[in-house]
């Protein structure tokens, strides 16, 4: 059993940056890959970032390319997220993910998820 919690989030200015993180308070990431996702208030969860295991093949959502950049660290069971070039589009509550396997399609009933953390951008 993996529990994780979010930290960091808050409000910031357009043209800010937050960074974000996921820890696995209890048990580990091992071998789970990880990612984030976000859920802007009356629409659906979403996909923002994938990492696999190891650290390596970083991949994003399409709307954060270049201002985002997810990594983990397996010595700390931790993962971040960097955002930069914050929007007002980006406002949502942002959850982190371990499973077996990330697929840009969230599910909810798969893998561990944080209670989430709300990450506010003002224009």
């Known amino acids: 059993q993996v529990q994780l919690e979010e930290s960091g989030g808050g409000l910031v200015q357009a043209g800010g940056s937050l960074r974000l993180s996921c820890v696995a308070s209890?048990?580990?990431?091992?071998?789970?890959?990880t990612g984030w996702f976000r859920q802007a208030p009356g629409k659906e969860r979403e996909f923002v970032a994938r990492?696999?295991?190891?650290?390596?093949?970083?991949n994003y959502a399409d709307s954060v390319v270049g201002r985002f950049t997810i990594s983990r660290d397996n010595t700390k069971n931790t993962m971040t997220l960097q955002m930069n070039s914050l929007k007002p589009d980006d406002t949502a509550i942002y959850f982190c993910?371990?499973?077996?396997?990330?697929?840009?399609?969230?599910?909810?009933?798969?893998?561990?998820w944080g209670q989430g953390t709300q990450v506010t951008v003002s224009s």
């Open positions: 209890r048990g580990a990431f091992g071998r789970l890959a």
């Open positions: 990492i696999n295991w190891s650290g390596d093949s970083p």
């Open positions: 993910n371990a499973d077996r396997k990330i697929f840009t399609t969230p599910t909810p009933g798969s893998g561990y």
